[in-house]
């Protein structure tokens, strides 16, 4: 296995990669190119041309009209909400397994956040608890394709159209799509339906900008201009910050979506591998692989059996780190039980299903660079674990 230094010993795969993207020499050269050529004072780093270069290329990749780059996905989504002016007791809905920032924009931007149930299997939204919430005062939907999956868009369009405010009309399909990046929700890639959808490109994501950065691609002309407006101090009319992406993240970022599908491809080829090998263990339920909807497994997720779930889960997590260097991550619990400030807003929400699910949640590494002995490895390791604690329980 490749072996990484950390904590004074050696680990393999101690931890979730830092990078989930892979770089090549050629993104090194497009930042040296970038930079020789920026350091002349009559060139700069201004970034429009390279800007607008990725945000064409990326809205094509995606089928959307337009794309407008940030500097991250949090100010992003920050400046999507904002556009909606959420007014006290507008209800923005989204699934209780989820990134803490992903919870803190509705609240930031002044929503009431209504926590829903995902489903067990996809850790989606729930459909069917989506419509059991829905209310006049909601004014959006905020969709997470968790860890990869697409989110059932066709089930969610139609909850949003039967279900309208009287004053606003449907909920605006917002789609979190930090996570799910050159996957296919069923009609295309990712990017082209609902109101807005808004992307990372942050360090561990699948394609990453130099660490940070954010994408939005919408079919909307009014929204686009608001958030190109909102990124650039408000273009000397109206209100705006700085929120724009760098010449060097807009240039590598350009390399790295040519690059998405093939490393994206090795992931969901490690991960079928993966689930080929683990899928004779009665104990463990794998990420689905057959829902219509292309799968890009940003993590890998695994559910131990519903017993085991809390301190066996711990238990199987903790002997793979111990005995076999093999990190993982819970991804992600509800947000109201890790982050104070979404329980002060959302109080304790009776969400059993979701809190069940975490409880038997771990996601073990994944990477599209990682060797196939490496991840054959890991799967022994999972076997040879379960197996333990299952004998130490009986």
């Known amino acids: 296995m490749k072996f990484f230094r950390g904590a004074g010993k050696m680990h393999a795969w101690a931890n979730e990669p830092a990078l989930g993207a892979s770089y090549t020499q050629e993104e090194i050269d497009t930042v040296i190119e970038v930079l020789q050529e920026s350091v002349d004072p009559h060139v700069g780093f201004r970034a429009k041309k390279h800007e607008i270069a990725f945000e064409d290329a990326f809205s094509a990749y995606c089928g959307a009209r337009f794309a407008v780059a940030y500097n991250g996905a949090g100010t992003a989504l920050d400046m999507v909400l904002r556009y909606l002016n959420l007014q006290p007791g507008d209800e923005v809905i989204s699934g209780a397994l989820n990134f803490v920032g992903t919870h803190l924009s509705v609240i930031g931007q002044g929503g009431e956040l209504v926590l829903c149930e995902t489903d067990p299997n996809t850790l989606n939204l729930d459909p069917k ?15 997470t394709h968790m860890n990869g999956l ?3 868009m066709d089930a969610l369009e139609e909850i949003a159209s039967r279900n309208p405010s009287p ?10 799509a930090a996570r799910a990046c ?9 990017g082209a339906r609902g109101w807005a959808t808004v992307f990372s490109f942050q360090s561990k994501k699948l394609m990453t900008t130099l660490g940070e950065g954010g994408m939005v691609t919408t079919q909307d002309v009014e929204l686009t201009a608001d958030l190109r407006r909102l990124r650039s101090f408000g273009k000397n009319q109206h209100w705006g910050s700085n929120y724009k992406m760098t010449k060097l993240q807009a240039a590598v970022g350009l390399v790295q979506l040519r690059r998405l599908d093939s490393m994206n491809d090795a992931r969901i080829r490690l991960a079928h591998r993966r689930s080929d090998l683990l ?8 990420p689905p692989e057959s829902s219509g909807r292309q799968h890009v497994y940003y993590r890998y997720n695994l559910l131990v059996p519903e017993e085991w779930a809390g301190q066996r ?3 199987v997590r903790e002997r793979l780190a111990d005995g076999h260097g093999i990190g993982s991550v819970v991804a992600d619990p509800p947000t109201y039980l ?12 009776s969400l059993p299903v979701s809190e069940a699910t975490a409880a038997r949640l771990f996601c073990p590494p994944l990477h599209p660079s990682m060797s196939d002995s490496d991840n054959e490895s890991i799967c022994t390791a ?7 604690v299952a004998d130490d329980n009986n």
Do not use: N
């Not at 608890?129 to 969709?143: G, H, N, P």
């Not at 004053?167 to 979190?176: E, M, N, R, S, T």
């Not at 899928?279 to 794998?286: D, F, G, I, K």
């Not at 890790?338 to 929400?349: D, L, M, V, Y």
């Open 167 to 176: 004053v606003h009309g449907p909920a605006k399909l917002i789609v979190d």
């Open 338 to 349: 890790t982050h104070p400030g979404i329980r002060e807003h959302a109080g304790r929400p």
């Open 313 to 315: 889960r711990d238990q």
């Open 150 to 152: 697409p989110a059932d």
């Open 129 to 143: 608890d989506v419509e059991s919430r829905i209310t006049d005062r909601t004014r959006a939907i905020l969709i």
């Open 382 to 388: 999972i076997i040879d674990v379960m197996q333990s």
């Open 279 to 286: 899928r004779a263990l009665p104990e463990l339920t794998l």
């Open 182 to 190: 050159g996957a296919d929700d069923g009609a295309g890639p990712v």
